[in-house]
């Protein structure tokens, strides 16, 4: 018997497997993929983001398997979660289920009050981004998001990962729309009015929200792995009687 197939698909911060650690187990159950997005590599250096390559490279990981067999779930956090929506809406049969984790998708809820505070504190930012030292956009947006300092990277994978944050593109800048007709789980970790206030609005239109402690990082906990799992196996049989 085949296994469907997992997508995993990363943030702004850790890539492939490493921004999945309590995931890894899926493989056991599931052909499991944690994919790299645009312009993030161990090695090589950083390049602007790219929501239409993020799509691509999500999309193409749904294609024919070698085995006849294409399509499967999608689970994304934060920045990935733009792409996750934007594969779904354009090729609904092959997104058996998304899973969206702490979503940044703004463009959906720009006019709420939320995330329109958001979007005016970080838009100045992301303004003269191009005018500003890696090192010195990174402290800045950390300070605006987290309300912390960070320290300045030193190692080469640091500083590699001070440039990859400033050359995002703003997540409010994504063209997104809802998807239909296709299970969606929105998990947050009850933090963050902003996360919360985009998971209502994605469950006004269907989805379900459930809550795991952990900060932007709910499925780094057990409760967490725990509804991502029990998720993907429900939408797992409902496709199987489907096939």
């Not at 994919?35 to 590599?41: K, M, Y």
């Amino acid at each position: 018997m085949f296994k469907q197939r997992v997508v995993f698909v990363h943030g702004a911060g850790s890539f492939g497997a490493a921004a999945w650690p309590r995931q890894h187990g899926v493989a056991l159950s599931y052909d499991a993929l944690f994919l790299r997005r645009h312009g993030f590599d161990s090695v090589a250096e950083p390049i602007e983001s790219s929501f239409d390559e993020d799509t691509r490279i999500l999309l193409n990981s749904l294609g024919d398997d070698g085995r006849g067999i294409a399509g499967g779930h999608v689970v994304a956090h934060a920045q990935g979660a733009i792409s996750a929506m934007m594969a779904a809406v354009e090729r609904p049969d092959l997104v058996y289920s998304l899973t969206l984790v702490e979503p940044a998708c703004l463009s959906l809820t720009a006019e709420l009050p939320a995330t329109a505070a958001h979007i005016g504190l970080m838009q100045p930012l992301f303004n003269v981004r191009h005018q500003l030292t890696d090192e010195d956009f990174q402290r800045e947006f950390v300070r605006r998001v987290y309300a912390t300092d960070l320290q300045q990277p030193v190692t080469a994978e640091e500083k590699r990962s001070a440039r990859r944050l400033r050359l995002q593109a703003p997540s409010w800048e994504a063209l997104l729309h809802i998807v239909p007709g296709v299970p969606t789980l929105v998990l947050t970790g009850g933090w963050e009015p902003l996360y919360e206030e985009i998971a209502g609005y994605l469950r006004e239109t269907g989805a379900l929200h459930r809550t795991a402690a952990g900060g932007h990082r709910p499925h780094d906990s057990p409760e967490g792995d725990r509804i991502i799992r029990s998720f993907i196996s429900d939408s797992s049989n409902v496709q199987a009687r489907a096939s």
